[in-house]
């Protein structure tokens, strides 16, 4: 959560627990100029282009360093050179996603997740994969599927609370309960078709022959993307990925082998000249879950960019989600949820609002929670026939109004009352303490010895990934004995430290 208004607080957008999937995607001659008049016109593909990017921003927040970014920039710059859209101001940057993905929005916005860099292991990959994504801009690929749907852009930002409101207590408690897991309208998943996909695939093999780069990279990042599927066990029903718009299978990676066997390919000019050159570029990239999102310690929620904490009751459920952190019990017979509701200092402005919605009882005025301004009350609504009964908090803090809720069944309010209000009552400043426990994985390198495992290199560097992941990561085989000198990618646990 960042705030582009002031440097005194974080934006009041949403908690960025969040899964984008999007299309990997380019086409084998180039189609930009003569689809032109058959899709919407580039004006306002230009125009809805940043108003997406603007919503990436403030859902998912951009990664990396600025050196990492200003790298991946420029060999996207380079690519751009063969679009036959070139004339458009291509923006190259890195998402905050943990999963490895990456996509491009109208006018050309391009991403590339933390994730997927993690996982590759030469600059041809990651030429490859970018150039995939100018295909996309230049093959209009989002702009055709806006005359299709009223969908504009193949973006999906997930609310993450993993069904929890929209099951708990009521089927529809979650649209219920002023606007837990509300997200833009206007974020909607793309799905690309088989024809798109290949078109996607050869024009950013073109572009990365063209630049010195190696065209069948693509295959080897379609191969990392499998292990790491495989690795997984299958997908995450609650979370999008790669694989619901990017069908990576074998046959798909031997095609572009195939293809890539057939071009031309320009004289190397790399910039960074070898793997060991590239790896060394993504030292220190977070893996997995970012602190800056909030981290649960046991079951506390600690926010250190924002600079508060709650503590949810104990065995209780807890997902940090989009736009809202939820907890809920085993029995799913109650739910609590935390959000930011407003900008402003007077937490009773946001009461009245509500006031004139649902009505409030046991209205408290004046209060102090742990020395913030605050206004309690309670709330009865009836759901497709049943009777629901709302606690709700409104907490004024650093320039923003937060909002604890909680939620069950009137037959089951004297049960849980107590519990709600004791959550609400825990909302603080963390403490001195409490931050210092907040830590996060980040990707640090390892120099192999002569003779050594990855599984010998994890266990010395302490590694956070399993054998097998980390195997996965840096492309080689588990039991095999290194040469010595090798960087070999793990994941260590550190403390949090916010970027500057």
């Known amino acids: 959560m960042r705030d582009d208004n002031a440097p005194r607080r974080k934006r009041a957008a949403a908690f960025l627990w969040v899964a984008i999937a999007l299309g990997l995607v380019a086409c084998a001659a180039d189609p930009g100029a003569r689809r032109t008049r058959r899709v919407m016109s580039e004006e306002d593909e230009i125009k809805l282009g ?53 996509f491009a929005l109208p006018g050309g916005h391009i991403y590339v997740s933390r994730g997927l860099l993690a996982i590759m292991n030469s600059e041809d990959e990651l030429a490859a994969v970018l150039g995939h994504e100018i295909g996309h801009v230049a093959g209009r690929h989002s702009a055709k599927q806006q005359t299709k749907s009223r969908g504009w852009i193949p973006v999906q930002i997930l609310a993450g609370i993993g069904g929890a409101a929209a099951s708990v207590v009521s089927p529809n408690l979650g649209a219920a309960v002023a606007g837990i897991g509300q997200l833009p309208a206007s974020l909607v998943l793309a799905s690309y078709s088989r024809k798109q996909e290949k078109e996607a695939d050869r024009l950013g093999q073109q572009y990365a022959a063209a630049e010195g780069w190696d065209p069948a990279a693509l295959s080897a990042t379609m191969d990392a993307l499998t292990r790491e599927q495989e690795l997984a066990g299958g997908r995450d029903p609650k979370q999008l990925s790669f694989f619901d718009t990017h069908p990576t299978t074998p046959e798909r990676a031997r095609e572009g082998r195939e293809y890539a066997s057939t071009l031309s390919v320009a004289p190397a000019d790399r910039i960074a000249v070898d793997r060991t050159a590239f790896v060394n570029r993504l030292d220190g990239l977070v893996v997995g879950p970012s602190a800056k999102a909030g981290v649960f310690l046991d079951h506390r929620f600690v926010h250190p960019e924002m600079g508060f904490a709650l503590t949810f009751p104990e065995s209780w459920k807890y997902e940090n989600g989009a736009t809202a952190v939820v907890a809920y019990p ?46 309690t009350a309670n709330a009865r609504i009836v759901q497709e026939g049943q009777e629901l009964a709302l606690s709700l908090t409104w907490i004024a803090k650093d320039g923003l109004i937060y909002q604890v809720l909680g939620a069950t069944t009137s037959t089951r309010w004297a049960e849980y009352r107590s519990v709600f209000e004791a959550t609400a009552a825990s909302f603080r400043r963390p403490s001195k303490s409490e931050l210092a ?64």
């Open 437 to 500: 426990e907040v830590q996060e994985n980040h990707l640090r390198l390892v120099t192999a010895t002569k003779g050594e495992t990855l599984g010998e290199v994890a266990k010395r560097a302490q590694s956070q990934w399993s054998v097998e992941k980390v195997a996965a990561a840096n492309a080689m085989s588990a039991d095999e004995r290194l040469a010595g000198g090798e960087a070999i990618k793990v994941s260590k646990r550190e403390p949090y430290t916010p970027e500057p």
């Open 50 to 102: 940043a108003e997406a990017a603007q919503q990436v921003e403030q859902y998912m927040g951009l990664s990396g360093s600025p050196e990492l970014n200003a790298y991946v920039d420029r060999i996207g710059q380079r690519l751009v050179k063969h679009s036959s859209r070139r004339h458009l101001v291509h923006e190259f940057h890195v998402v905050d996603m943990a999963e490895p993905n990456a």
């Open 330 to 375: 085993e029995s799913q017979s109650a739910v609590l949820g935390l959000q930011v509701v407003a900008e402003g200092d007077d937490p009773a402005t946001v009461a009245d609002e509500i006031a004139t919605q649902v009505e409030l009882l046991e209205r408290s005025e004046g209060k102090k929670i742990n020395g913030l301004r605050a206004v």
